[in-house]
């Protein structure tokens, strides 16, 4: 167990939809990583943030948004779903920003689009 | 950008044998940071072993080693005394120093048979 906690577990909508993933990162964590793994396109960054504030971006769609707490969890946004929308998320924490880093992944969320 | 690729897609070992993964990476920097990342049926994200490149001395985690060869751009993963709990998907990553995510190969599968 990485201390990283994403719900839900598994997520199905259909085209059209708006969902929205949660992610906990590990205490003491400050930084929170999305990415997104999909069979045609394999494991992409998408965004990054640090202590409340966006940090990178990556391939995140317009579609997608995301946004950290004061409490530090984080959530991802994914609207106007698309078929090929469908993929395992992951978020990712880590202690810091800036330097190196190890990031702890969460168990992910899959999502199906129909 | 960083690219990074892992040649085997699938490989396959049997139990108490060893076997090496390799992976390489495209980059212009100087100082980074170098993962094995394994993938389980249960889709959790788990870190293997990790490398700084700054360090000529290669990283070693219990039965997990990497072979760096930083000229080259390589950075192969050996496991020892193989087991079945090692059956994953195993990935490469690559992280610059001042950069902040993971730029993940497109991962090898590995099944260790009895």
């Known amino acids: 167990d990485s201390g990283v906690t994403q719900t839900p577990k598994h997520l199905i909508t259909a085209t059209g939809q708006r969902v929205t993933l949660r992610c906990s990162p590990r205490?003491?964590?400050?930084?929170v990583y999305w990415y997104q793994q999909s069979l045609d396109q394999g494991l992409q960054f998408l965004i990054q943030?640090?202590?409340?504030?966006?940090?990178a971006k990556g391939n995140i769609l317009e579609r997608f948004s995301a946004q950290q707490f004061p409490d530090l969890h984080s959530e991802l946004n994914l609207s106007s779903l698309e078929l090929g929308d469908s993929a395992l998320y992951f978020c990712a924490s880590a202690r810091s920003a800036g330097e190196w880093e190890t990031q702890y992944f969460g168990p992910g969320t899959r999502l199906l689009v129909l | 950008a960083q690219t990074v690729t892992q040649s085997q897609p699938e490989m396959s070992v049997q139990e108490a044998e060893t076997v090496t993964l390799s992976c390489t990476y495209d980059t212009s920097e100087n100082n980074y940071y170098l993962f094995w990342y394994k993938q389980p049926p249960s889709r959790q994200m788990i870190l293997v072993i990790r490398q700084e490149a700054y360090k000529q001395q290669n990283a070693t985690e219990n039965r997990f080693s990497v072979n760096f060869q930083k000229a080259a751009k390589s950075f192969s993963l050996k496991i020892s005394d193989s087991q079945l709990g090692d059956t994953a998907m195993y990935f490469c990553?690559?992280?610059?120093?001042?950069?902040?995510?993971?730029?993940f190969g497109k991962g090898t599968s590995l099944l260790v048979t009895p």
């Open positions: 943030y640090y202590n409340g504030e966006e940090r």
């Open positions: 205490s003491g964590d400050l930084s």
């Open positions: 990553a690559f992280m610059k120093v001042s950069g902040y995510a993971l730029n």
